[in-house]
């Protein structure tokens, strides 16, 4: 790996691509010494006098010294000089602990920066009982590494391997690993290999890390097909490893890779999952990759060749159906659903559009599901993108009653999908999740708030809180008086639905059988064929509820384990005995 590596206590070796660059030099933060890197091919190293904890800059040519582009550590922020680390100092206390299997996976998305008051790592590891005590099995962290400022979603990030200083660093996010890990909690983590955030970005001066012969959204595309990508897809591929060999993290979430462009004849995705795969199989452990993608592309879970053999994608269609049939909203993305049969469909079947016309692309959108499997499908009500994305982050409970909210929890708990949470949905948490940052540069700073309002021209929603505000960032932090209310009702109906998921629903065949009947009921029963379990739900107001045991399968004999009825709203879970 390129970076500094610790010859002994008293030595370090730098080493660094830089094919843009005549000459190199390493500037060590506690001496002003100069060290002159030599190499060949691009390829520079040096031999320094420093230590774990001794801070270094890199001059390239004439410019002002910058961070190394492999800065485990950059205390002072993605300005400041990066500090070497000892990889091998953290002692671990998990050398029992060999992964999940990913039909146990429930997933719990959190932002470690409004997650707990503090903040921090260490923070979210005085909250793993409670995690642990909803049910949850598996926690999926927004990106850590390194961001300009110090409040941010993560999706910013400047520098691949450094952990996000105030945070806690590289430390607190190994203790928050291995506390998860004693605690029986896999930890998953959002990476972001489509582009790289604006401020403190110094690769441009290192080597060809972009190319402008794609765009994304957020600029110029990461180079993984031009001159020089060998390098570039290395430098990425080594990141998903670093992340699983040195932080025992037991999986990666790549965050939109349709935005990710390669023609190479094997795709980056495929290399990061293959060289992933084999290092996972040689330290003995499980390791889950997922993909996040609004394609509805089975290519992504597809094994062989043709494919890129991902372990589940995140599947938006079962949160859009649910969304627009529930809140009524028609613009944007959700001009295409409304209908409660596509809630079926996606319960049925993954994708709801499996090639037909997508208004909102004024196009076709996605292909068949049928080659995948239900668990490869990670569905959820509610994440950071679907709440943050809105223009003032409301959660679902701030748009429908909470009255209606459990029916599309048990859906989303006892199908067969792999079901995604988003922190404090389990007690229909008030605070709302908002878009902030912490840009320095005044120019940053009005092309983000520009490039939000911008976003929403097509929802008509026009109050956009300023990112920038530190008030936008301290309203989203999650209020624990309310999570830890042992009388929440919300809280207490997910832990049973979570409970009888484990009991049901994990260890049987992972298939469904949906519908969507005319008097306002979903059924679903799992598994299709020979049901273990059955739900009923009126998903519309009605004076004369109907009863919804005359809905159960024939055959069996079946009791009923859970139910709910409020605001005109029922929702019933029966289990089969025989």
Not at 69 to 96: I, K, N, Q
Not at 374 to 395: F, S, Y
Request: hydrophobic content about 40%; aromatic content about 12%.
């Amino acid at each position: 790996m390129l970076g500094a590596q610790r010859i002994d206590g008293k030595k370090v070796e730098i080493r660094v691509w830089a094919p843009r660059a005549r000459r190199l030099r390493a500037v060590l933060a506690d001496s002003s010494e100069v060290a002159v890197m030599t190499g060949a091919a691009g390829l520079f190293k040096a031999v320094v006098p420093a230590s774990s904890g001794s801070g270094y800059l890199l001059a390239l040519d004439d410019h002002k010294p910058v961070p190394d582009p492999v800065s485990r550590f950059l205390p002072e922020g993605v300005h400041g000089p990066t500090e070497v680390m000892d990889p091998d100092a953290w002692e671990w206390h998990d050398s029992g602990w060999r992964g999940l299997p990913r039909t146990e996976y429930i997933i719990y998305e959190l932002h470690i920066g409004t997650f707990t008051p503090a903040g921090t790592f260490d923070a979210t590891v005085d909250k793993l009982p409670y995690l642990k005590s909803l049910g949850i099995t598996v926690i999926e962290l927004m990106p850590v590494s390194a961001f300009p400022g110090e409040r941010n979603w993560g999706y910013d990030g400047v520098s691949l391997y450094a952990v996000q200083a105030g945070y806690g660093g590289p430390a607190g996010l190994k203790r928050l690993v291995d506390a998860a890990h004693q605690a029986g909690l896999a930890v998953i983590l959002d990476v972001v290999y489509n582009h790289f955030g604006n401020e403190g970005n110094y690769l441009r001066l290192f080597g060809p890390y972009f190319t402008d012969r794609y765009r994304t959204p957020w600029g110029d595309a990461v180079n993984y097909d031009q001159p020089g990508c060998e390098h570039v897809r290395r430098f990425i591929v080594e990141n998903a490893l670093y992340w699983i060999r040195e932080y025992h993290l037991d999986g990666l979430r790549l965050d939109a890779v349709q935005t990710i462009h390669d023609d190479s004849p094997r795709h980056i995705v495929a290399e990061i999952r293959d060289e992933v795969e084999a290092l996972a199989h040689n330290l003995g452990r499980e390791v889950c990759m997922i993909a996040e993608t609004d394609e509805n592309d089975a290519r992504y879970t597809r094994p062989g060749s043709g494919g890129y053999g991902i372990d589940a994608v995140w599947s938006d269609d079962f949160h859009h159906a649910f969304h627009a049939f529930l809140t009524g909203e028609n613009k944007g993305y959700y001009q295409d659903f409304g209908s409660p049969k596509q809630i079926a469909r996606a319960l049925n079947e993954g994708f709801v559009f499996q090639g037909e016309h997508f208004g909102f692309w004024n196009g076709p959108r996605g292909g068949s599901a049928a080659e995948m499997t239900l668990p490869e499908h990670v569905i959820c009500l509610q994440n950071h993108d679907q709440v943050g994305n809105r223009a003032t982050g409301e959660r679902l409970n701030h748009l429908v009653p909470p009255a209606r909210l459990y029916a599309p929890a048990a859906f989303l708990l006892l199908a067969p999908h792999t079901p995604l949470i988003f922190m404090g949905q389990e007690y229909d948490e008030p605070a709302p999740f908002q878009f902030f940052t912490s840009y320095s540069d005044p120019a940053l700073q009005e092309a983000v708030r520009k490039g939000r309002r911008e976003e929403f021209k097509d929802f008509g929603w026009e109050e956009v809180p300023d990112p920038q505000d530190p008030a936008t960032f301290r309203r989203s932090k999650l209020n624990w008086d309310l999570a830890m209310d042992a009388h929440n009702p919300m809280a207490e109906w997910y832990r049973s639905l979570i409970a009888l998921r484990k009991r049901l629903v994990v260890p049987g065949s992972r298939t469904c059988r949906a519908e969507w009947h005319a008097d306002g009921v979903l059924t679903m029963q799992v598994p299709a064929e020979g049901p273990r379990l059955f739900v009923a739900a009126t998903l519309e107001p009605s004076a004369a509820q109907p009863s919804l045991e005359k809905y159960l399968p024939l055959g069996g004999d079946w009791g009923q384990a859970l139910s709910r009825e409020a605001g005109g709203f029922a929702v019933e879970v029966w289990e089969r005995s025989t």
